[in-house]
């Protein structure tokens, strides 16, 4: 019954339901994009979606195939030294980006609503460990293939010898995925604890926490530095036989853990915390085509949690825009550092022309 509980079958077809219908509608925006016409003849219309499949499938074959070639001539020249000094460093790099992830999960919660979400999930009566679950499987589905390919030519890149490489590679890959499965397990439970429990979400200053792990690692490296550690040790085949069950078990069961938690998660505080996702997403191709709008929402979010900074002083004529520039630029300075990275960027450009 506790399971039953956990997780209601029924619910999950629901929304799994749902998903999938958005999915599809997703789906249909994008390939519009690329020139698919829902309205047209069915089986021309599948054709193309099948043609523009081939496509992508054959574009990834060769990106992957040409970085793999890059990596294999990158272990031909690269120097022992400069290996033990990748080797050193991959631990501090693997602890920085789980860092990143916990301090991430513990600002904003990691279980982002777009608006539709909100409209249909978070006022309905559906089990509140299901829109978890699935929000975690297409939270790390896809980041697991990304960063496993990254490890994979990361041990090409260091393990000289095709024969030697092509192991190390798929190792590394796994030892990857069950790495970022583990990470995001974790942030997932640190964000959902934030949501079942409305004390944590008081203390402003909680996402601070894991970066006391960056001072621990200089304490007891040992401690903290391990998953680093375990993806060098499975990049060179002498990781112990346990080591990759083990990851495994510790993940499921945080995320056992934090599923278990969102029955208790409180959605108002969940759709207060994804409105800025839930802007960004319903802008579409827009979000992609003009960072300058998703700059812009996150600033307008951010200043309304604030007062304002100094006040216009009452001047007339040009003054008047040369105090509003300046009033402008000190309230919102990252627009002062990308005109700043803009010009640089032109300047860079036009001597390289």
Request: aromatic share 12%; no cysteine.
């Amino acid at each position: 019954m506790a399971t039953l509980s956990l997780f209601p079958v029924r619910d999950f077809r629901v929304l799994f339901g749902l998903r999938w219908r958005q999915f599809k509608d997703s789906a249909v925006y994008w390939l519009r994009v690329l020139g698919y016409e829902p309205g047209g003849r069915a089986l021309m219309q599948a054709g193309y979606v099948l043609y523009l499949a081939g496509i992508g499938a054959l574009w990834l074959l060769m990106m992957w195939g040409w970085a793999y070639s890059q990596a294999e001539g990158i272990a031909n020249n690269l120097a022992p030294a400069t290996v033990v000094d990748l080797l050193n460093l991959l631990p501090v790099i693997v602890l920085v980006a789980q860092v990143w992830t916990m301090v991430g999960a513990l600002r904003s919660t990691p279980l982002k609503l777009s608006f539709p979400d909100m409209a249909y999930i978070a006022g309905s009566p559906i089990a509140r460990s299901i829109p978890v679950l699935l929000g975690f499987l297409r939270t790390i589905l896809g980041r697991m293939f990304l960063f496993g390919a990254v490890a994979a030519l990361l041990a090409v890149a260091i393990i000289p010898g095709a024969a030697n490489a092509g192991p190390a590679s798929l190792r590394a890959a796994g030892a990857a995925a069950l790495l970022l499965l583990l990470t995001w397990a974790l942030a997932w439970l640190l964000g959902i604890s934030r949501l079942a429990f409305i004390r944590l979400s008081n203390w402003p200053l909680l996402w601070v926490a894991p970066l006391l792990l960056l001072a621990l690692a200089y304490v007891y490296p040992a401690a903290v530095l391990w998953p680093g550690q375990a993806l060098i040790l499975a990049i060179f085949g002498v990781a112990p036989v346990w080591l990759f069950p083990a990851l495994l078990l510790i993940a499921l069961v945080l995320v056992v853990a934090f599923v278990w938690l969102g029955n208790r998660i409180n959605m108002i505080h969940a759709a207060d915390e994804s409105a800025i996702y839930a802007r960004i997403s319903a802008l579409g191709l827009m979000a992609y085509r003009d960072p300058r709008l998703q700059a812009r929402i996150r600033l307008q979010s951010s200043s309304a949690a604030r007062s304002p900074w100094f006040k216009l002083p009452k001047t007339t004529g040009f003054s008047t825009l040369v105090f509003r520039a300046l009033l402008s630029y000190v309230r919102h300075p990252f627009m002062l550092l990308t005109s700043f990275a803009w010009g640089a960027a032109i300047t860079i450009l036009a001597v390289w022309i």
